[in-house]
Nanobody, 118 residues
Framework: QVQLVESGGGLVQAGGSLRLSCAAS????????MGWYRRALGKQHELVAT???????NYADSVKGRFTISRDNAKNTVYLQMNGLKPEDTARYYC????????????WGQGTQVTVSS
């Protein structure tokens, strides 16, 4: 099993920055891609950014140029640097990991709240 633990959320003013971290642990870390998703109040879950083990990244259009995803494979940790935060970025952010079967993301963290005030 794989456990994901997020940290780094909080309250920030519009235009500010936050850095989220997600550490994976478990007896068998068979994970490939890692990524961040978010769910705002009353809205659907949406992809924010993903990164493969080799470092290929993918971003939602709404965060391109403002957010940067990175990972440290040695530490089994993925990061999300969020700059230029907007009130519409307010959501609960979840870390996710892709298992050994490509395209399946069975591992999820509990989430961390990000609130951006205007």
């Amino acid at each position: 099993q794989v456990q994901l633990v997020e940290s780094g959320g909080g309250l920030v003013q519009a235009g500010g920055s936050l850095r989220l971290s997600c550490a994976a642990s478990g007896s068998r870390l068979d994970i490939n891609g890692m990524g961040w998703y978010r769910r705002a109040l009353g809205k659907q879950h949406e992809l924010v950014a993903t990164i493969t083990r080799g470092g290929t990244t993918n971003y939602a259009d709404s965060v391109k140029g403002r957010f940067t995803i990175s990972r440290d494979n040695a530490k089994n940790t993925v990061y999300l640097q969020m700059n230029g935060l907007k009130p519409e970025d307010t959501a609960r952010y979840y870390c996710a990991a892709e298992g050994v079967i490509a395209g399946r993301w069975p591992y999820w963290g509990q989430g961390t709240q990000v609130t951006v005030s205007s």
